[in-house]
Structure formats: structure tokens, C-alpha cells
């Protein structure tokens, strides 16, 4: 079956811009998970949703939001782009909340702000 | 707050080696506790997973893992390594409390031919 598949694969930005970058998880998964990777902070959870709720926030500011869709589609938007915001977004998707069985990452979104 | 601290950030070992991977974790409760790898310009892939049971866990591509809970630890280990081994590894809990994996600063794993 598909995996989780993480468009677009590259963005690049000015500051000041906002972005949308999308997440189709693996059919039947219901919970998506968003995470950023930098070199400096290694990996660092964003958010999670499940049943079109978001259900857990990490420590980023309001500037980061997202949604999901009835189909389990999710998206995610970064306002007022910072340098600081340039990382690899990976979505991460799940049968149920919390990893309950695991998680299955997609490739990811390398977004440069410039 | 949870933590996940992984001591080696940059191994290199020659093939047929032997390898063990540190993680140690920060948390009194009961944790889920993964492996992930990364390899050169893939994503990450899970290669062992412990929730409960036997706390030495198999993975794939001859991984395995030893949950040992006195020690808040669950050590990667693989007896004899290959240059596809060559990758980033990071280790990562989750417990039923924060409902998020957090992740260890990764382990850069370099196995020369």
C-alpha cells in the first residue's frame, strides 16, 4: 500500500511569507503527526490530529497551525516566515493516537526560508 | 517532562563489527519505545518497536534492542554490522501522558567498507 506522502517535496520562501505544505497519511491511518527536523534541535513534535481534531501541541509558536480533513488529508501552515523556520517538515501518520502502533513518517518537506 | 538522551553522535566502525547504540530516557511512567533510521536521503523508517513483553526485541535487517527498566534504557545492538548500515539513528519515546514521540538527537553511524 501507498505510504504517507508529503507534498511539496521542496519549498523555498522569502521572510514574511506564509506556506501550506500537505500530508496524505497511509489509508485507514486516522492520526497525523507533524515534525520538524534542524540540525540544531534534531527532531521536535508539532501537532497531531486525529478525526479532524487537533489532539496534542508541542512548544512552537501560533504561528504554526494545521487542520485535517475528513479523508484523514492534513495541512500544515507557517505564517510570517522566520529564517529559524527553515527545517525539514516530516508528517508521520498512525492507526490511532499516541503511536499506539507505531508511526510511519513520510519523506518530508525541506522548506528554506531566505 | 520527558527526555531521551543518546551519548554516541557519531560512530565508525568497519564491516563485520559489532554495534551497540546508547538510549537512555527520562521518565518514571510507562513509555512506548522506538527505533528509527535514517539512512542518506530517505525518510525515517522504523526499524523495532517495544510496548511490553519480552524485553529483547528483534527488528528488521538484524536489529535488536534490549528494553532494561531499571536503567531507563533500550540499547540498539546489531552483531556484525554492514557498510548499508552506514545511516542516522534515533532513538524515541512516547508515554500515554505527553501522547507525542520525543526523540533523541541522533546517532550518525558510519560503517567503512
Known amino acids: 500500500k501507498a505510504g504517507v506522502t508529503q507534498t511539496p517535496r521542496y519549498l523555498i520562501k522569502t521572510r514574511g511569507q506564509q506556506v501550506t505544505l500537505s500530508c496524505s497519511p497511509i489509508s485507514g491511518h486516522r492520526s497525523v503527526s507533524w515534525y520538524q527536523q534542524t540540525p540544531g534541535q534534531g527532531l521536535q513534535f508539532l501537532f497531531e490530529y486525529f478525526s479532524e481534531t487537533q489532539r496534542n501541541k508541542g512548544n512552537f509558536p501560533g504561528r504554526f497551525s494545521g487542520r485535517q480533513f475528513s479523508n484523514s488529508r492534513s495541512e500544515m501552515n507557517v505564517s510570517t516566515l522566520e529564517l529559524g523556520d527553515s527545517a525539514l517538515y516530516l508528517c508521520?501518520?498512525?492507526?490511532?493516537?499516541?503511536?499506539?502502533?507505531?508511526?510511519?513518517f513520510g519523506s518530508g518537506t525541506r522548506l528554506t526560508v531566505v | 517532562a520527558q527526555s531521551v538522551s543518546q551519548h554516541n553522535h557519531h560512530v565508525i566502525l568497519s564491516e563485520a563489527a559489532s554495534l551497540e547504540l546508547g538510549c537512555n530516557y527520562s521518565y518514571g511512567g510507562t513509555v512506548n519505545l522506538f527505533w528509527y533510521v535514517q539512512y542518506p536521503g530517505q525518510h525515517l523508517q522504523l526499524l523495532l518497536k517495544?510496548?511490553?513483553?519480552?524485553?529483547l526485541v528483534k527488528g528488521i535487517k538484524g536489529f535488536e534492542a534490549e528494553f532494561i527498566k531499571s536503567k531507563f534504557s533500550f540499547n540498539l545492538r546489531k552483531p556484525s554490522v554492514q557498510w548499508s548500515d552506514t545511516a542516522e539513528y534515533f532513538c524515541a519515546i512516547i508515554n500515554t501522558g505527553r501522547r507525542a514521540l520525543t526523540f533523541g538527537s541522533g546517532t550518525r553511524l558510519q560503517v567503512q567498507p
Open positions: 517495544y510496548f511490553s513483553g519480552d524485553p
Open positions: 508521520a501518520s498512525s492507526l490511532a493516537m499516541a503511536g499506539s502502533y507505531g508511526y510511519t
